[in-house]
């Protein structure tokens, strides 16, 4: 992952993550793995289900949900390395059956081992040495465990006709700063964070050579209103990489007012973006 600087706490993911369409396609993947984990086990048997960078809780909440949906005894544990986020997530579920840790795929062994599912959304794309990380996540999952993962940070993920927003998006951005902070400009020097955008073959191979067997994998698309892209836009890693050494506040800034200016100009009420989605299995004793 990164590190992460001590004006984020301002610039955070929460308001991103708040949107229907967010809350739609990581509920979709929870059903699918939780469905297909709730299938492999016998009746009654609990289960211990694994989240890395589980933030403040919103992907956690739809495990809990779905496990008790289909009346599936378990306790998920969150592991994330923001302590402000595990003490947003520890309120958010109290009383439920989680707990939280602070770490990351580095820490994974050390907070649980023989999962029978770990989830990992909307992040691995941020992780530099993606094979090293799934390597940890297969090791820390039992026979026949579940790892389920999703990005829309991928080679894939710019819906057809979708590249006129993010060209303009950013041009608009751009001449704002030019116009209203004529001192700051990106520079193509500044140590941007680490997100080398994969394929969906290339995830699939990935995942197979660590040792896992692809049961599920599709694309899910999701339309994106005016507000959402404001709200990434504020997101302080997403600014490290669009707008790369500009100070956060000035991208944030920059980012709100273009995105609503590229809206304005193309005459449009929502982009849609594409999120790739991921089941795998680590092989059964027997198997």
């Not at 902070?181 to 520079?187: I, L």
Request: aromatic share 10%.
């Amino acid at each position: 992952m990164t590190d992460t600087p001590t004006i984020a706490s301002s610039y955070t993911f929460d308001p991103f993550a708040r949107h229907q369409f967010y809350h739609d396609v990581n509920q979709s993947l929870v059903r699918t793995a939780i469905g297909r984990l709730d299938a492999s086990r016998p009746a009654g048997q609990s289960v211990r289900v694994a989240e890395l960078a589980s933030g403040t809780g919103a992907v956690t909440e739809l495990i809990l949900d779905e496990l008790e949906r289909l009346g599936r005894p378990g306790q998920v544990i969150g592991v994330e390395p923001s302590t402000e986020a595990i003490d947003i997530a520890r309120e958010r579920l109290q009383g439920r059956e989680a707990r939280f840790e602070q770490g990351d795929a580095e820490h994974l062994a050390e907070i649980v081992t023989g999962a029978d599912a770990i989830f990992f959304c909307n992040a691995i794309h941020l992780v530099p040495d993606k094979r090293d990380a799934i390597e940890k996540i297969t090791r820390a999952l039992g026979p026949g465990g579940f790892f389920a993962c999703n990005s829309s940070f991928f080679d894939g993920a710019y819906a057809p006709g979708s590249e006129r927003f993010y060209h303009l998006w950013i041009r608009r951005a751009l001449g704002w700063m030019r116009q209203h902070h004529p001192e700051v400009r990106p520079s193509r020097h500044a140590k941007a964070t680490a997100m080398t955008w994969l394929n969906a073959a290339e995830y699939t191979s990935l995942l197979q050579e660590c040792g896992l067997h692809i049961v599920d994998e599709r694309m899910e698309e999701a339309l994106m209103p005016l507000r959402s892209w404001q709200d990434i836009g504020r997101y302080w890693l997403f600014i490290e990489g669009a707008l790369p050494g500009v100070p956060i506040p000035i991208g944030a800034d920059a980012l709100e007012y273009a995105a609503a200016e590229a809206f304005t100009e193309l005459n449009i009420t929502e982009v849609p973006r594409i999120w790739l989605q991921l089941v795998a299995q680590r092989a059964p004793l027997d198997g």
